[in-house]
């Protein structure tokens, strides 16, 4: 099984709608990130959070929330989604300043 | 504002030769590095890190050079192998404990 386990792997959505992604981990980590990668643009801090009471913005959180819902469980949500959040979504946690580990992504289009 | 910069996006080198991939960053308050490998329909995988401490790591065919007062980093690969083929992300850290990436450089090593 996958430290970090995403839901839904790939995603078509219309816009206006809302969704949910969710993400997983089995690593016993406090810290975990979302990140979107889009091509030319890398990998952008979406929002992070080091324990379930804590939630950080990151570089470009206009248009997401995210929910902590325990130490392993940290959901991203687009309340009304737009089409340029079309991209690749990552989770990704770390045990405090260690390499992150990533899942496998998910890819969001929203027509 | 790019605080972590990969200004190359493509680099190409024959088998057997050494591959070199930069990055630079702004902040000086970034205090550890690291290198991820990230192949298609996969979640990025950690490569290499440095503390701003040190100015070498090496790991195998891997190895990290930091100039804290260029804030440069390169990672060398040598000898490059067909499947190291993949896009390359530097990502940097510091007090805060976000983990900022840059936009990556696909590498081609052809055979």
């Known amino acids: 099984d996958a430290d970090v386990t995403q839901t839904p792997r790939n995603r078509i959505t219309k816009t206006g709608k809302r969704i949910m992604l969710e993400c997983s981990q089995t690593?016993?980590?406090?810290?975990m990130y979302w990140y979107r990668q889009d091509p030319g643009l890398g990998l952008r801090l979406i929002y992070y959070?080091?324990?379930?009471?804590?939630?950080n913005k990151g570089e470009i959180s206009d248009g997401y929330s995210v929910s902590r819902q325990a130490q392993a469980k940290f959901s991203l949500s687009l309340e009304s989604a737009i089409p340029n959040q079309t991209a690749l979504y990552f989770c990704?946690?770390?045990?405090?300043?260690?390499?992150?580990?990533f899942g496998q992504g998910t890819r969001l289009t929203v027509v | 504002d790019q605080q972590v910069k990969q200004n190359s996006p493509s680099l190409s080198v024959q088998e057997g030769r050494i591959s070199i991939l930069n990055c630079d960053y702004t902040?000086?308050?970034?205090?550890?590095f690291l290198w991820y490998k990230k192949y298609p329909a996969e979640g990025p995988t950690f490569l290499i890190s440095?503390?701003?401490?040190?100015d070498k790591n090496e790991d195998g065919r891997f190895t990290v050079f930091l100039n804290k007062s260029a804030k440069h980093l390169s990672l060398h690969i040598v000898p490059s192998q067909p499947g190291d083929s993949a896009v390359y992300f530097c990502?940097?850290?510091?007090?805060?404990?976000?983990?900022?990436f840059g936009q990556g450089t696909t590498l081609q090593v052809k055979p």
């Open positions: 990704a946690t770390s045990a405090s300043d260690t390499e992150a580990f």
């Open positions: 690593k016993g980590h406090d810290r």
């Open positions: 959070s080091f324990d379930v009471k804590d939630i």
């Open positions: 902040n000086s308050m970034f205090d550890y």
């Open positions: 440095i503390s701003s401490i040190k």
């Open positions: 990502a940097a850290s510091g007090h805060t404990g976000k983990l900022i």
